[in-house]
């Protein structure tokens, strides 16, 4: 997507699909976090009803889009959710998107994150009781005694684990179906999605009945109980809010487009399609394709009944910008962020095209306009290189070794993050807000750093 930043993430264990029913014993995978300014205000506006609905300030909730093309979503870290990519491309319309965030914040709501150590506690607490008896049965000569013991209470864990897990689950489900009707939203999307990851499972040769090995419920009974409440609902038949529907459908095709192949993208929106969403999958094809001339006529075509659309400009400048026309990307992306002044994605691009373009003048312009996107977003790494390299310029050694570090530190890179860090340190005065910043970084990469070597 335009500008968009990537940056790891650890995944944690609570999540929503039922293709990855052991998610919360395995280990942490590493993820990427994809960053698109239409994506993010999607989720916004989608979700804000929602939240107020769970009894949540909107400002406190935030919505991840992670690269990965499973069908899932989690909570982590207090109040984030995290959406995979492959949920966005499976999901059919922007109902079902609604249902799966109803359900996240049920989680969210009932401190489900918080409250995890109810169950791996005793879980484990039984699990260090088996492996003492079986310690000392072993002792007294009776070792297929003391395997037994440890294997019973292993076992004994994990299904308390594991119904722990899915009590949990039916909570959320209750609390997300209650958000629904709160927001006068239908839950036939979160039926219809629920039908989908069944229909997933019968694909997998998933077996329906046994729900002693599951972190969740089984969508047969998570359907059939669902079912009843979203038909008592008022709401049931409300379709969805049309607006919100075309923006999903845009953001859908654009991700098609960002992380598909260009021959699954034209399989998915073919070229004789020239609805609005196919013609954004399109120009992403077209450039990945390495043709920016048949890019350019595609999000020129959206931009004739669109002349001033953000998004849509900001493509453009992006394909200008990756082609090499620095000259010609620039006007296009002034008018993005005068078009969306809010957006600190869009004005990093503008950015990173007015310091690619070496002229100081323009390194005069991008500067005011780094410093604000990373007051709005500090999670921006483009937007800290490309201040670090402004910086360099002038001659600041200081701050743009603070940038680096910033960057470094989003980017999970702690050794590089506390290393310029220091170099910082060295060149700022002692108690300004820089100083303090540089100093927070140090001692946090040095803390990471000091974790790993223990493991």
């Known amino acids: 997507m335009p500008g968009m930043p990537v940056r790891p993430i650890?995944?944690?264990?609570?999540?929503?699909?039922?293709?990855a029913l052991l998610a919360a014993t395995t280990p942490a995978a590493a993820q990427s976090v994809l960053r698109d300014a239409e994506t993010e205000a999607l989720f916004r506006d989608v979700a804000r009803p929602l939240i107020i609905a769970a009894g949540l300030t909107p400002a406190s909730v935030q919505i991840v889009l992670v690269g990965d093309p499973s069908i899932n979503a989690f909570v982590s870290g207090g109040q984030n959710i995290f959406v995979f990519s492959g949920l966005i491309e499976n999901a059919d319309n922007v109902n079902q998107l609604q249902g799966v965030l109803a359900h996240e914040l049920g989680h969210i709501a009932g401190g489900h994150n918080v409250r995890s150590s109810e169950g791996t506690g005793p879980a484990t607490h039984i699990s260090i009781l088996s492996l003492i008896a079986a310690v000392g049965l072993a002792a007294i000569g009776a070792g297929d005694a003391g395997l037994a013991a440890l294997g019973l209470g292993t076992a004994t864990a994990q299904s308390n684990y594991l119904s722990f897990s899915r009590d949990q689950e039916s909570r959320a489900d209750q609390a997300g179906a209650t958000y629904l009707g709160k927001a006068g939203e239908s839950g036939r999307g979160s039926l219809a999605f629920f039908n989908k990851l069944l229909g997933q499972e019968y694909r997998l040769g998933v077996k329906q009945d046994n729900a002693y090995n599951r972190t969740h419920p089984l969508d047969g009974q998570r359907?059939?109980?669902?079912?009843?409440?979203?038909?008592?609902?008022?709401?049931?038949?409300?379709?969805?809010?049309?607006?919100?529907?075309?923006?999903?459908?845009?953001?859908?095709?654009?991700?098609?487009?960002?992380?598909?192949?260009?021959?699954?993208?034209?399989?998915?929106?073919?070229?004789?399609?020239?609805?609005?969403?196919?013609?954004?999958?399109?120009?992403?094809?077209?450039?990945?394709?390495?043709?920016?001339?048949?890019?350019?006529?595609?999000?020129?075509?959206?931009?004739?009944?669109?002349?001033?659309?953000?998004?849509?400009?900001?493509?453009?400048?992006?394909?200008?910008?990756?082609?090499g026309k620095i000259a010609d990307a620039l006007p296009v992306l002034r008018a993005a962020v005068a078009a969306a002044p809010a957006?600190?994605?869009?004005?990093?691009?503008?950015?990173?095209?007015?310091?690619?373009?070496?002229?100081?003048?323009?390194?005069?312009?991008?500067?005011?306009?780094?410093?604000?996107?990373?007051?709005?977003?500090?999670?921006?790494?483009?937007?800290?290189?490309q201040?670090?390299?402004?910086?360099?310029?002038?001659?600041?050694?200081?701050?743009?070794?603070?940038?680096?570090?910033?960057?470094?530190?989003?980017?999970?890179?702690?050794?590089?993050?506390?290393?310029?860090?220091?170099?910082a340190l060295k060149g700022l005065s002692p108690g300004t807000s820089d100083w303090l910043r540089a100093d927070d970084i140090a001692q946090v990469a040095q803390n990471d750093l000091a974790k790993k070597k223990r493991k």
């Not at 070229?271 to 450039?287: D, G, I, V």
């Not at 360099?392 to 860090?421: I, M, S, V």
């Open 343 to 385: 957006e600190p994605l869009i004005a990093t691009l503008l950015g990173h095209a007015l310091v690619s373009s070496e002229d100081p003048a323009a390194f005069a312009e991008a500067k005011p306009l780094l410093r604000k996107a990373v007051v709005r977003d500090r999670e921006n790494p483009d937007a800290w290189y």
């Open 387 to 423: 201040l670090g390299v402004i910086y360099d310029r002038e001659g600041d050694t200081a701050r743009a070794a603070l940038a680096t570090a910033e960057r470094f530190d989003l980017e999970g890179q702690p050794k590089e993050a506390a290393a310029n860090a220091r170099v």
């Open 10 to 19: 650890a995944r944690a264990a609570l999540s929503l699909g039922a293709l």
């Open 223 to 323: 359907i059939a109980f669902l079912e009843a409440v979203y038909k008592a609902s008022p709401a049931f038949d409300t379709p969805p809010d049309a607006k919100l529907e075309a923006r999903f459908q845009r953001v859908k095709a654009k991700l098609v487009g960002f992380v598909e192949e260009p021959p699954r993208t034209f399989q998915v929106y073919p070229e004789s399609l020239s609805t609005e969403p196919a013609r954004y999958a399109h120009a992403y094809a077209w450039h990945k394709s390495a043709y920016p001339d048949a890019a350019i006529t595609a999000v020129d075509s959206l931009l004739t009944t669109h002349p001033g659309d953000p998004y849509y400009l900001e493509l453009k400048g992006q394909i200008l910008l990756e082609s």
